[in-house]
């Protein structure tokens, strides 16, 4: 079996599984369709790419040997997710605002970077990954996962939002966007709280 096809039955399961990033680019897809959720996307794989990097060239490490530094981010990253569900709780409450701020670029760094599963996974890429990926590409093994990652993230990631969008349009009565809205928030807050019981437990 060549090294791309072990990689991808590792790594596959590990980015389309629901996280904080996968279900807010469906409730952006729900909400404001692909073409508007597209500067989110972008703020949530720029940071995935540097991440990649930044662990592939050695700050894997440090996060390892600061394990504080992943569950302060764990704590950050749970009240960020409390907050946007919130958020989504609120709109809820209302008849589907056309005119709701979409989240942007920042909002995808924001959460990219508090995400700690997000970095986790990558450490754990390279953990099992790097090694072969050195022996058969050379001094180029680094580089072909952080791009073999970038283009699973960001199909992955394209999947999520269509995904939001096309249950919007099965779903036009404003009552039936409003559970829609409540449904997301709830699994916010649930990985919200899965975070902080992972951190309490690590």
Known sequence: MSLFSLWLGVMFPLVFSPGPANIVFAVSGAQMGVRRSL?????????????????????????????????????????????LAWTFLRSSLRVADTQAKPLGFVDGVVIQVLNSKGWLMVVLMYS?????????????GIWVLVVWLAVLNISIH??????????????????????????????LLLVAIWLLLDSRLA
């Open 128 to 140: 099992l990954f790097s090694e072969p990926a050195l022996e058969q590409f050379g001094a180029l």
């Open 158 to 187: 394209l999947v999520w939002i269509k995904a939001g969008h096309i249950i919007s349009q099965w779903s036009q009565h404003p009552g039936h966007q409003r559970w829609q809205s409540a449904f997301y928030a709830a699994c």
């Open 39 to 83: 500067p989110l996307l972008a703020g949530v794989d720029t940071v995935f790419i540097l991440v990649s990097i930044l662990v592939g060239f050695g700050f894997g490490q440090v996060m390892q040997r600061y394990p504080d530094v992943v569950q302060v981010m764990q704590w950050l990253g749970a009240a960020y997710l409390i907050y």
